[in-house]
């Protein structure tokens, strides 16, 4: 950062009083709490979170300096606002793979095929020349078949072995008064999920790992620059 572009004394001053200011209230929304999941708290949580990360970045670029503590954010879902005692719930999950290895993934495609033909679409079929299913020329027709025969778990658990590589991933749960009639959303079964109804989210990606370490970077430069 040049040294036109450096934040004043006087702006990292006037964080660290708002980060004062943010403490007072998150304590005063605590002790006032009217339930497990009051949304006071959540607010001055996230308000807390966002004072002390705009204190910490102000401090850095200052005086080269970090705070010794970190408060995780909570950008990704606003506060819980479903039922207490949920009668029903949804399970979202997103998971995304590259296709590392073509020839790997048509191979155990066409494996499967051999075993059992009716497990191959009739739109992604292509006949060989004795009549049996050819689906080992198709990565289209392959990823049909190996999602078709095996659970979403189980090629989590195998991805390699069809010559996938995971991307990041998604888990959401989302609490309900009553389930969904049957049928009622699988035209678009990801568009009705209110996020304030979602109880917990578990996401893995590799850009948390290259976070984590970019903030080891920064926090040792620290340490060695005492």
Request: glycine share 6%.
């Given at each position: 950062?040049?040294?036109?572009?450096?934040?004043?004394?006087?702006?990292?001053?006037a964080?660290?009083?708002?980060?004062?200011?943010?403490?007072?209230?998150?304590?005063?929304?605590?002790?006032?709490?009217?339930g497990?999941?009051?949304?006071?708290?959540?607010a001055a949580?996230?308000?807390?979170a966002?004072?002390?990360?705009?204190?910490?970045?102000?401090?850095?670029?200052?005086?080269?300096?970090?705070?010794p503590f970190?408060?995780?954010?909570?950008d990704h879902?606003?506060?819980?606002?479903?039922?207490e005692?949920?009668n029903?719930?949804?399970?979202?999950?997103?998971?995304?793979?590259a296709?590392a290895?073509?020839?790997?993934?048509?191979?155990?495609?066409?494996?499967?095929?051999d075993?059992?033909?009716?497990?191959?679409d009739d739109?992604?079929?292509?006949?060989g020349?004795d009549?049996?299913?050819?689906?080992?020329t198709?990565?289209?027709?392959?990823?049909?078949?190996?999602?078709?025969e095996?659970?979403?778990?189980?090629?989590?658990?195998?991805?390699?072995?069809?010559?996938?590589?995971e991307?990041?991933?998604?888990?959401?749960v989302a609490a309900?008064?009553?389930?969904p009639?049957?049928?009622e959303?699988l035209?678009?079964?990801?568009?009705?999920?209110?996020p304030?109804?979602v109880?917990?989210r578990f996401?893995v990606?590799?850009?948390?790992d290259?976070?984590?370490?970019e903030?080891?970077?920064?926090?040792?430069?620290a340490?060695?620059g005492?």
């Open positions: 950062m040049s040294d036109a572009a450096q934040p004043s004394a006087a702006e990292v001053r964080a660290a009083e708002a980060v004062k200011a943010a403490l007072d209230r998150h304590l005063d929304a605590v002790e006032r709490r009217s497990q999941d009051d949304p006071a708290v959540y949580f996230d308000e807390l966002a004072a002390a990360e705009v204190y910490d970045e102000l401090l850095y670029d200052t005086y080269d300096e970090v705070t970190e408060i995780p954010g909570s879902l606003p506060a819980y606002q479903g039922p005692e949920p029903a719930l949804s399970v979202l999950i997103r998971r995304d793979y296709v290895d073509p020839q790997r993934l048509l191979h155990q495609a066409q494996r499967v095929a075993l059992d033909p009716d497990t191959v739109a992604a079929r292509a006949p020349e009549g049996a299913a050819l689906v080992g198709s990565v289209y027709a392959a990823l049909g078949v190996l999602f078709g095996f659970e979403p778990d189980e090629i989590a658990s195998r991805h390699k072995e069809f010559g996938l590589e991307g990041d991933s998604t888990l959401w309900a008064d009553d389930p009639e049957p049928g959303w035209s678009e079964p990801f568009e009705d999920i209110d304030q109804q109880v917990c996401d990606s590799s850009v948390f290259e976070e984590l370490d903030e080891e970077d920064v926090r040792g430069g340490d060695r005492r």
